[in-house]
């Protein structure tokens, strides 16, 4: 729980000091998005039958411009159902495990606006495994070689219609799902959301709470 309110704080550490930066002319805008995870893994140890897991991701997501209206950065906040399935054959029984397991993901993108409808996203995402279970022919087991922290890169592409967007996007994790597997997250997302709170002003802050392992900041809009 630690690690998820620690990651939540980190998001709103990047959202608010990058508003701090931006003029007080520019728009920012918040909103929510949601829609379907296609997720599989780079084959790696796994040499037979990969299938992917399909599910869901929701979440929030932040516009602040940086350069005009064409440039901005977008930093997001995910909860992201992932995994596979794994399918092989071991002293002539077929045997099928399926991989869950739930992150949350913090993407921190470059936005390129291509006109009034395309834009194109890119940057690093960083995530935390908050679940997992693994079943094998119907019967759970335990795993403790899976890892914790997940860090990859994300592009994507959206439509975008007034405070309407349709998005997809591709991530590919950089470090291995399971400990000297070889093996890494590939996934694939389409999804659609909302903008909402545009037209904030950033006027100063007010208040600034520092501890060990958490910064809260509030600003006065």
Not at 155 to 167: M, T, Y
Request: without cysteine.
């Amino acid at each position: 729980m630690k690690k998820v309110i620690l990651l939540l704080t980190s998001f709103i550490s990047v959202t608010a000091f990058s508003q701090e930066e931006v003029k007080s002319s520019s728009d920012a805008k918040f909103g929510i998005k949601g829609g379907l995870n296609y997720s599989s893994v780079t084959k790696g140890n796994f040499e037979e039958g990969l299938d992917p897991r399909t599910s869901f991701y929701i979440g929030f997501v932040g516009e602040i411009p940086l350069i005009g209206n064409s440039i901005s950065l977008q930093p997001e906040i995910l909860y992201s159902r992932q995994g596979f399935e794994n399918n092989f054959v071991f002293l002539g029984t077929n045997y099928k495990e399926e991989y869950q397991v739930d992150y949350i993901n913090i993407p921190v993108l470059l936005k390129l606006k291509a006109g009034n409808v395309l834009s194109f996203e890119g940057g690093p995402q960083f995530g935390l495994k908050i679940n997992e279970k693994v079943v094998s022919n119907n019967s759970e087991v335990e795993r403790d070689d899976i890892n914790e922290f997940d860090t990859a890169l994300a592009g994507g592409v959206s439509l975008n219609f007034n405070e309407f967007f349709i998005s997809g996007r591709y991530t590919y994790s950089l470090n291995e799902i399971i400990k000297d597997s070889n093996s890494k997250n590939s996934v694939f997302q389409v999804g659609v959301g909302v903008r909402f709170w545009s037209k904030i002003k950033y006027k100063r802050v007010l208040f600034l709470l520092k501890s060990d392992s958490l910064r809260f900041i509030f600003y006065r809009l």
